[in-house]
């Protein structure tokens, strides 16, 4: 359900930037909801001898060589990675991108972003707000953190890292504020924010030999559902773990708010 008529409608996002909304009523036609843009990049000290550049045109784009530098960029669109749309305002949804940027989009507005988040060091694959705390959202890159965000910061509250590996999905418990899940190459964790913020609470370490790709909680049961790229989903039964807060959203409010009252808990 997303806009302003509160429709079903699907919605995909690709690297080439493009953000799309499809409809079925006409036929399966697609409307754009953005076009992500690449942001400038800080400029490097030049050399005294400045490098030589070449440019030339290919398939409407314009490419950059820099002999110093080694860097081209065949687009100036971002890549995009993944999105989730706000539960509040079905208007309001996060992207994230193969920069490492995370940004807060409206369906009213299709030129610029609400809001840039920064402080992921590598591409973000997965973003998502958190069911109990609509101002809430996590995310995950391959930088091998997981990092969890208040709307209202431009950086992370908290930033957790989960392994010396990609991080290629998250997901929030659907009984817990405090608990979430993340999969790598080779490992499943599940974290209790009242439990402790510097280490996981449960490790899996899959022995099929593939790479964990997504990760689900049930929603009628204490049980995660690991998807990986050999196509076999695994079921793990959530053994030993906390009760939950009796109220939800205070609870992660409160461990929000402690964080942001002091530097940023790495």
């Known amino acids: 359900m997303m806009g302003e008529n509160k429709t079903e409608n699907l919605v995909s996002i690709s690297v080439d930037g493009r953000i799309l909304q499809w409809s079925i009523r006409k036929g399966f036609e697609s409307t754009q909801l953005m076009k992500l843009k690449r942001m400038e990049q ?56 193969e920069e490492g940027y995370i940004y807060k989009c409206s369906c009213s507005y299709n030129e610029q972003f609400l809001e840039t988040y920064t402080g992921h060091t590598g ?53 817990d504020s405090t608990l979430f899940g993340c999969v790598s190459d080779g490992r499943v964790e599940i974290w209790s924010l009242q439990h402790s913020v510097l280490d996981h609470l449960l490790l899996y370490k899959p022995l099929s030999g593939a790479k964990q790709t997504c990760i689900q909680f049930a929603h009628n049961a204490k049980v995660v559902l690991v998807g990986d790229s050999n196509g076999e989903v695994a079921v793990y039964l959530l053994r030993n773990i906390p009760e939950p807060p009796q109220k939800q959203g205070e609870a992660l409010l409160n461990i929000v708010r402690t964080a942001s009252s002091k530097p940023t808990y790495t």
């Open 42 to 97: 800080p400029k490097k000290p030049t050399q005294k001898k400045s490098p030589t550049k070449s440019r030339r045109k290919s398939q409407g784009h314009t490419v950059q060589a820099s002999s110093s530098q080694g860097e081209a960029y065949i687009s100036q669109h971002a890549p995009g990675m993944g999105f989730d749309f706000s539960s509040k305002d079905s208007n309001i949804y996060l992207v994230c991108t």
């Open 123 to 175: 591409p973000v694959y997965r973003v998502k707000w958190s069911p109990f705390v609509s101002d809430v959202f996590l995310s995950c890159s391959a930088d091998w953190t997981v990092r969890l965000w208040h709307q209202e910061h431009m950086t992370p509250i908290y930033t957790f890292h989960a392994a010396q590996k990609s991080i290629y999905d998250i997901c929030w418990s659907p009984f």
